[in-house]
Structures are given as C-alpha cells and as structure tokens.
C-alpha cells in the first residue's frame, strides 16, 4: 500500500502516482520493490477490487475509537525495564513509547493502550517469531512477522501488537512506529469496542 498525507488532494495523488504504476501506454506497470533481506515483491495496480475488503479505503481510513495493529508496531526505543524480572513496569513502559509513538505520528494521545504478541484480529501473524530451544539449537514455532531488519550489528527492536483506545474518533490510515515507513505499526479500526480482560 501507499499512503499519501491527508492534505494531498487526488488530482496531486494521480501526478505523483501516474509515472509509477503506469507505462506510456497507460497499462498497469510493475513495480518492483526491494526488502533487503526479505527478499523483492513485484507488484501491480489491482483494477479489479469489487468486494476485496481490505483493498477499500474505509477498511484503513474509518474514524473508530479503538484500533489494533495488522502488523506489528516496533518500538521507537529500548525498554529499560526487564520483560522477564519485571513484566508489569516492562509493559507500562512500552504503552508509554506506544502513545509516544502516535503522537510522533501526528495522533493523539491514547486514553488506554493494550499490548502483546499475538493481534487482537483473527488471521494476523503473532508480532514476533515464536521459537523454541533444541538439542541442535534454536527452532521455529508456528507464525509471526520477522523482525524489521537494521544495518548489520545492530539490535533488533522489540515489536508487539497493539490494541489503541483514544477518547475521540481517530481517522486512518493509523500507522505508527520506528517501522512506519516500511509496512510496520499498520493499525485497523475496530468498530466494536473489545478488549482482552
């Protein structure tokens, strides 16, 4: 997907995107995008998205008080709290980068920000990569997104999923993050108010 700011009008949004995702002949062209050591993805402009839900602006742009991420928001900076010896400051401490986060990103503050590995929208792959401890060494288990590549030698940034609740309705699309601007943080309007007890 590409999101273009709110203040760029569609005329503005068909110039800037025309060149890109059209040949001189006016059919759709393929881009080729480049992930580093994901891999590359060759796309193309879907022209035929009747009843593809997720491909419809409102899907990502609905005002909603309450929001959860489809892929996971990876943190602006390092807890300084243990996760294992002091889980309950631990995750204070991400709620609060997570709210730092969405102001950075131009939203208000949350009245209330929920956290954890596993997304609160059915289908959605676990925020990080479970794994498990072998004789031979360490193992994948089951889903998860990979973690948002660095430069070499650098720390992987913790990742969770959020669930956002915000005192008035929010417009989308709400993306937020260090990873914003590479496919991470990408939260979706729940329009039924939920939260895990």
């Known amino acids: 997907a590409i999101a273009l700011p709110k203040q ?3 005329e503005q949004r068909g110039v800037a995107l025309r060149d890109l995702m059209f040949d001189e002949n006016d059919d759709s062209r393929i881009v080729e995008l480049k992930l580093g050591r994901l891999g590359e993805w060759n796309v193309r402009l879907e022209t035929d ?11 990502w742009i609905t005002p909603s008080t309450t929001w959860a991420s489809v892929t996971p928001v990876v943190l602006d900076r390092f807890p300084k709290t243990s996760k294992t010896d002091q889980r309950q400051q631990w ?10 986060s969405c102001e950075l990103a131009g939203f208000p503050t949350p009245s209330f920000v929920d956290i954890d590995t596993t997304s609160w929208l059915t289908g959605v792959p676990r925020a990080i990569a479970k794994r498990r401890r072998t004789p ?5 288990l089951g ?3 990979p973690s948002m590549p660095y430069g070499i030698g650098k720390p992987v940034r913790p990742q969770v999923h959020v669930h956002l609740t915000f005192a008035q309705p929010v417009v989308g699309p709400v993306i937020i993050g260090a990873g914003r601007f590479r496919g991470y943080g990408l939260c979706k309007p729940i329009l039924e108010h939920r939260r895990r007890q």
Request: glycine share 10%; no cysteine; proline share 6%.
């Open 91 to 100: 995750v204070k401490e991400v709620a609060e980068t997570v709210s730092r």
């Open 143 to 145: 889903d998860g997104f």
């Open 8 to 10: 760029v009008s569609p």
């Open 49 to 59: 998205n009747a009843g593809r839900q997720t491909l419809q602006n409102e899907t």
């Open 136 to 140: 031979s060494g360490d193992a994948p």
